[in-house]
């Protein structure tokens, strides 16, 4: 038996992007998107209503989207319930700002990995972004200069519940465990 919800969708699990932009005197501001995800090779696509994030990506053309870890819970959260255009939350959370070096867009040092963008388009409240570089701090990467998720502690947002959660151990292999079928 299966329960049926109607039209109450949701995917249950999102990601927690953080998307950074600078105003067109170069003050930055961050929000919380859950409705996104990587939809080509160089490409992502985030569903955004109107927001100052809106306004000044529009007009920089470039924005950030970093993930969300276990040690910038709090900080994210404030980036979704309160707008750039009432405060400077940047300043407010204290987090630490550099300019990316390919696109005109903050960099949140806090945040370990980041993809640097450039609009692509804003059409019927639907971002898409060229990625024109992902950047990660030295501190989740391996010897090998390899990323390490279980370094950067990524979160994701199940959205029944309104809750953050920490990702958990490996269940499998991608692109291989489905050969014990497809195989036998
Ligand atoms: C967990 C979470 C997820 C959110 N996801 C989205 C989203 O996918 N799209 C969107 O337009 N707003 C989303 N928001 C709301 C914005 O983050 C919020 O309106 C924010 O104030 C916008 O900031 P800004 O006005 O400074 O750009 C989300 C908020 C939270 C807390």
Known sequence: MRKDFGKKTNLLVYPVLIIGTYDEFGNPNAMNAAWGGQTDTNKI??????????????????????????????????FGISTG??????????VHVA???????PIFEEYPLTLECKVVSYENEVLV?????LSADESILD??????????????YEAGSHTYRKIGEVAGKAFKDGNKIKNA
Do not use: C, Q, R
């Not at 972004?129 to 570089?133: L, V």
């Open 45 to 78: 696509s985030i569903a955004l209503a109107s927001h100052k994030t809106t306004d000044n990506l529009l007009k920089t053309g470039a924005f950030t989207v970093s993930f969300a870890t276990e040690d910038t819970v709090e900080i994210s959260d404030y």
């Open 129 to 133: 972004g060229d990625i024109i570089n």
């Open 85 to 94: 255009n009432k405060e400077d939350k940047v300043k407010k959370s204290g």
């Open 143 to 156: 010897e090998n200069g390899n990323i390490v998720i279980e370094k950067m502690k990524p979160i994701i």
């Open 99 to 105: 300019k990316s070096a390919y696109v005109n867009a």
